[in-house]
């Protein structure tokens, strides 16, 4: 896919979130796409922080409306209520497509970091202390 028809595809995307009921804040690319290594058979991933949590059968008809609308496979993922890790993932290395540019935009975006580095830290101790009872 070429680079322009990816961004025609985004635009129509952040559209259709913009029109929904439930607004979304933030939009981000992640994936290939957004690390420039897609191939042939890549999907488009699309991940969407909304201001109320998106029930089951809302984010299977947002993936489906995805897919019509773009004409290719869209991996969809709603921000609310996935780990702190993959949500971490997204922010890091995803690129952000849509902002509502709102406080709960931005503190969103500092606590899925200041959580993750908080897991990191944790995950330290608790990595140390398995090994000095293995060790003995």
């Given at each position: ?10 635009d129509?995307?952040i559209?259709y979130f913009k029109n929904?009921d439930?607004k979304?804040?933030l939009?981000?690319l992640?994936?290939?796409y957004a690390k420039n290594k897609?191939?042939k ?6 991940a969407v922080l ?12 947002i ?10 496979d869209?991996d969809y993922?709603?921000?609310?209520g ?7 993932q997204?922010?890091r290395?995803?690129?952000e497509?849509?902002?509502d540019h ?6 969103y975006?500092?606590?899925?970091i200041?959580?993750y580095i908080?897991l990191k830290?944790n ?12 060790d003995?």
């Amino acid at each position: 896919m070429k680079k322009n028809e990816l961004t025609v595809i985004l635009d129509k995307a952040i559209d259709y979130f913009k029109n929904l009921d439930n607004k979304p804040t933030l939009i981000f690319l992640f994936g290939s796409y957004a690390k420039n290594k897609q191939h042939k058979g890549s999907d488009i991933d699309i991940a969407v922080l909304y201001k109320n949590k998106p029930t089951i059968v809302d984010n299977y008809n947002i993936s489906n409306e995805l897919s019509q609308i773009s004409k290719y496979d869209v991996d969809y993922t709603s921000l609310n209520g996935i780990s702190d890790i993959l949500q971490y993932q997204v922010i890091r290395y995803g690129k952000e497509i849509y902002s509502d540019h709102s406080f709960e935009a931005k503190i969103y975006k500092t606590t899925v970091i200041s959580k993750y580095i908080d897991l990191k830290e944790n995950r330290k101790i608790i990595e140390k202390k398995l090994l000095e009872r293995i060790d003995g």
